[in-house]
């Protein structure tokens, strides 16, 4: 094919229908079994939460650093001894974490000394294992007591969350649990066992009922969740101390806002001696977990609750009562939330005060969202929330690091995991929560860049057509010029040139195309090749 005959038709070399030019293959990615395993890792949710710690850490270390005054000195004249600073910076973020580290996991430098304390009085062996592991893992103990009713009451709000409900009111239905468990655990003597079972199971039902009245507005007036339960917990938290005010609940005691003490019989066995304060609620908060499993995945009241939660309207078309389902489930969540109120009166504070709640009920709602609502996730969101909390406790009273900044790091963690996109960019992987946009931005190129050339090659036809035309009508001009004074003397020669040629239907000569395919439909010549022999007889006749 020419170049004349490519512009006519409309096409560049290569494209188009008449091409026999084959397109390009596709780009072949050759995928192992390692990168699609990192590819997985990348888009999973464990490396969203390990980066956000990493992320929320190394924010907390530059706090750290400003809060150190001994680094801020170092600062001043840091052009000048360099390595005084960074020294100081070093020592001050390894110190204060790893302080962390000791008043929540391990306890190292407790360890030695107990050991050696033991093998100074003569011990050997298990005589001074026992003692140092004792003395080692008691920041872990204390970290499981925290987390045993911050675990149960976030399963109370992943229940709740899961339905779709957005439930605030963990502190007043955590409060009302432990002032009905522990006001039967101390005013009341029932028999061993009988004593605790009914202490925990009234606290449940207490949480049940308070957050059962916001489900009861909700399904009845459509009153809003959020606000109900956060005015209950007002209601909660001022009838505690109310309660604590009144003969009922202090005893004889009526100087100090405390309760009597629980009954023996009431209080959770320890599970580690009198020594340590960890108790057998640690197997309830495992139970809860479990519930919470079944309940949501294996129960059918949970698949109306997830119904619910994903469409409500759905859920109505199936035969499932929205409002009926939203009172059961704040019922369901305050049940669990008072059992965790229950279970932390019980077994960790066993007396009632004005702070028995501390900051369970919101840190709940946050490790709910932090674990994704899911059993696993929410156990072991508890147990890093409390051991942000044991740890920030030792490393503020060992370090001179304020407790505040535990509370800035566990703010931080739950900013970074609720925008997996930001800690996706900040470690450059933004791309995967869009799998093949590049081939698909690849793609649309190269369709842009085809539909250009295609573009370019028919304006290229349409400037030949034009030039064809003007190079006929420049010729039919100079003809009729030329022969206007022999028309009279050559009449035959007069029609020939007024009658068009053959084929053509009024259009200038050789116009006659057959479907742009640059010949003529009678005798196959190219346009340039007709005007040639148009102009040669022209000057014939004229000679």
């Known amino acids: 094919m020419s170049a004349v005959d490519a512009a006519v038709t409309g096409s560049a070399p290569g494209i188009g229908a008449g091409s026999t030019d084959t397109p390009p293959p596709p780009e072949q990615t050759a995928e192992t079994a390692l990168a699609r395993t990192l590819q997985k890792i990348a888009r999973g949710d464990l490396l969203v939460v390990v980066m956000s710690f990493v992320f929320a850490f190394l924010i907390g ?47 190292a ?113 459509g009153a809003n969740e959020v606000i109900s339960t956060i005015m209950l917990n007002w209601i909660a938290t001022y009838l505690l101390f109310f309660a604590l005010k009144t003969a009922a609940f202090t005893g004889a005691n009526q100087s100090q806002p405390t309760s009597p003490s629980i009954g023996e019989n009431a209080v959770l066995p320890q599970l580690l001696g009198s020594g340590f304060r960890l108790h057998a609620g640690l197997f309830i908060a495992a139970g ?131 925008a997996p996109p930001l800690v996706r960019t900040l470690i450059g992987l933004r791309r995967i929560d869009h799998p093949g946009a590049g081939a698909r931005v690849r793609n649309a190129r190269r369709a842009r860049t085809g539909a250009e050339m295609a573009a370019v090659a028919s304006g290229a036809a349409a400037a030949a057509s034009d030039a064809a035309d003007f190079a006929s009508s420049t010729v039919e001009t100079s003809t009729d010029r030329s022969s206007g004074a022999s028309t009279a003397d050559h009449p035959a020669t007069a029609a020939e040139t007024a009658s068009p040629p053959p084929g053509a239907s009024g259009g200038p000569p050789g116009r006659d195309l057959a479907k742009g395919t640059g010949t003529s439909s009678e005798g196959g010549s190219s346009p340039l090749e007709e005007q040639s022999e148009d102009a040669t007889d022209a000057q014939e006749e004229e000679r």
């Open 61 to 107: 270390s530059v706090l750290i650093i400003i809060a150190d005054q001994e680094v801020r000195q170092t600062l001043g004249y840091f052009f000048a001894r360099p390595g005084d600073a960074l020294s100081a910076i070093w020592q001050s973020v390894t110190h204060a974490y790893g302080a962390m580290f000791r008043g929540a996991i391990f306890d």
């Open 288 to 418: 809860a977990a479990v519930v919470l499993w079944w309940l949501m995945s294996r129960s059918t009241i949970g698949f109306h609750f997830r119904a619910v939660g994903s469409n409500p309207r759905a859920a109505q078309v199936a035969g499932i009562s929205p409002a009926r389902t939203a009172f059961l489930v704040l019922a369901v969540a305050g049940a669990l939330v008072g059992l965790a109120g229950a279970v932390h009166v019980l077994g960790t504070e066993q007396r009632l005060t004005e702070g028995v709640a501390g900051n369970i009920g919101f840190d709940a709602i946050t490790v709910a969202l932090l674990g994704r609502s899911g059993p696993v996730g929410i156990v072991l969101a508890g147990l890093l929330f409390a051991a942000l909390s044991t740890g920030g406790r030792f490393m503020e009273s060992n370090q001179g690091v304020p407790l505040d900044l535990v509370q800035v790091i566990q703010v931080l963690v739950v900013l970074f995991i609720a």
């Open 109 to 221: 430098p407790g360890y030695t000394k107990a050991a050696e304390r033991v093998r100074e009085a003569g011990g050997s062996g298990t005589y001074v294992l026992v003692p140092a592991l004792s003395a080692g893992l008691r920041p872990l103990t204390e970290t499981l007591t925290v987390a045993t009713p911050l675990i149960i009451a976030s399963a109370g709000m992943a229940v709740s969350f899961r339905a779709g409900l957005f439930n605030i009111g963990g502190t007043g239905q955590l409060i009302v649990g432990a002032m009905a468990a522990g006001y039967v655990g101390f005013s009341f003597q029932l028999p061993i066992g009988v004593h605790l079972l009914v202490c925990l199971v009234v606290g449940a039902l207490a949480g049940g009922v308070w957050g059962g009245i916001a489900g009861f507005l909700k399904a009845r007036f």
